[in-house]
């Protein structure tokens, strides 16, 4: 029986005192390719062959699996076809010990098509991850730049780790000789690898664990949405509900639109999508990340090409530098002052997706980070997403754009304007909310509906709000005649759930306190509005509500935040030491609040000009 790698020497170790940087690398590629690939690959050999005696050379070896199975043995001419240059060496050679990669690559795969043996399992992936191990040495040893690129040593080492686990699988290994395996490899390849002060510790470190914490960061928080407005809140999984939104590219003339997942094969290095509100930008990217961390099966989904994904929201208020958002992802390797700087730097050479959403509501200190998102990006092999509404495009991110000297493509998601496709989103949310028991009354509701009405619900959140509403206020539904009987729902609504939780608890005019709860949250909705502020803090929520005090029946209070919970929602932050963040349930209500707040004092009497309502300087109003 063939051994693995019976006779292959121990790796050679790095000289005492170091090699100087490029040469170690070379140096590590030589190794990797050279020694450590056909040592893995023999292995695999090595399960393939158990059968396979000693004194046999691989050319008898596979003529008696024929002979076997009952088919001809090779004739030379087909041995030839099937092996290539590689034919005279095969019919001699008795153990694969002196072979490189294309050589063992080329025996397995001829052993996997040519020959047949009982109970096989299918070999595509096998084959699959015994490809990708050959090519990394053509392509590491391609040029002189690639033979000294670190990088390149630590794709090969997922590259080799992933065969071990295809060929377990394949071979049925026991995990305790996977894991063997394994570590034996990582141990020689530690060995070549310099400590903590060289970069390529780092990229490896990333490459081997990165993706899993970009997981375990983002997939529970992103993989339902609570929705907004249901008093006790329900949540949905998000694949559940998803509609693929459809884009079409800014500045062409073709009508033609694409499914979302295309615009990634845009040559440009920045890819913005626009959209106006509720569009759908923020669940895109919220699906595009959850694609990330599970793929879908047997699909190309564009996404396979990025090592690692960074997910960075412009609302966020607390990182002030893109070290900060890379330290809450990858906080497992942060560790130490200046770790971070270690993993920025390391993450900047691998393939890296940014997504930077709502640029709309960048702030002072997300604007530092997404500039240098841009800065440091650019002409590397990272490509950035970012997203935001169509009016900050033109007047803030194109120039931002422009000075960073990076190129870009617009994307414009297309509003759903056909009713089959309004039809499909609501069936899909309302099978979600009924359990799988959906009557069906939600499209029937929403089809008895005359053109001009459905033509308010372009958007996929005024289709949820339509849900949300058939839920609560059926009754509004049917008294719509004009589009503009919708939008006023929406605010009955809200009353109706304030006044719901209230109900029994006060002495005064219910109508009164809810048109003075309206008051005070409009204001503080416009207020934020103004500083382009779409999250808040503990001390800032406390001050609103201490605003919000409410006289009981009795002498009790009613804790403010059981009335605030109805319109804001909790944004919990990604570092587990810092507090919570808080927010509207929706950008689009806070916007709700705040014109409602103007309409009701310009309607109400109010003398002051439009400016000093807003809370800005005159010459600002322009
Ligand atoms: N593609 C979609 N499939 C299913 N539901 C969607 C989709 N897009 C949006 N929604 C629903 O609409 C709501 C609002 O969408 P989202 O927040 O993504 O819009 P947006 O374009 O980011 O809005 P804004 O510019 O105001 O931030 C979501 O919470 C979700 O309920």
Known sequence: MASAGS???CTPSVPAGGLPGPIASIYRSVVGNLHLSPKVMRFVLSKECQDKR?????????????TEAGQKPFSNKEWKQAFSFNATAFETAKNSDEKDVTAIHCLLGNMYTKVSKMCRKDHTELLKKLDIVKDWRNTTFHSLKDVQDDTNFSYLKVALLDLINEAGKFYFLIQEEIDR????LEDEMDKLVANKDCIYYWCLSLLMGGKEAVKLLWKDRLSSEELLLYSNPIKVERRDVFHAPVMKKRACDEEKVIPFIKIFEALEEIIVVTGVAGAGKTTLVKNIVLQFCKPPQGVDDNLSSFDQLIFFECRDRTSKELSD????HFNYLCNKPGDQLNVLDAILRLRVLFIIDGFDEVNINSMKVVNEIFEKTGRRNCRVLITTRPHTMEGKLSPLLKKCNVSSTQYEIQPLKELADQLAFLERYEAALSGGTSTGEITRSFES??????????????LVHFCEIHKH?????SSWRTPGDVAPSKLRLYRKLISDKLAGWINKDMEVLVDDMFALVGAEALELLRDNVVTFSEAELRAIKRKCQIELKGDDEVDPAVVLSVVLKEHKPLCLNSSSSYEFKHKSEQEMFAGHYIVQRIIGGNANPLYSILGVPKEEMA
Do not use: G
């Open 181 to 184: 395996e394994k570590r034996e």
């Open 449 to 462: 509906m005359n053109k001009d009405v459905r033509s308010q619900f372009l958007e996929p959140i005024s």
């Open 473 to 477: 206020f059926p009754e509004e539904i």
């Open 7 to 9: 006779s292959a020497s």
């Open 325 to 328: 958002v890379i330290k809450h």
């Open 54 to 66: 000693d004194y046999e050379t691989y050319r008898q070896y596979m003529d008696r699996l024929r």
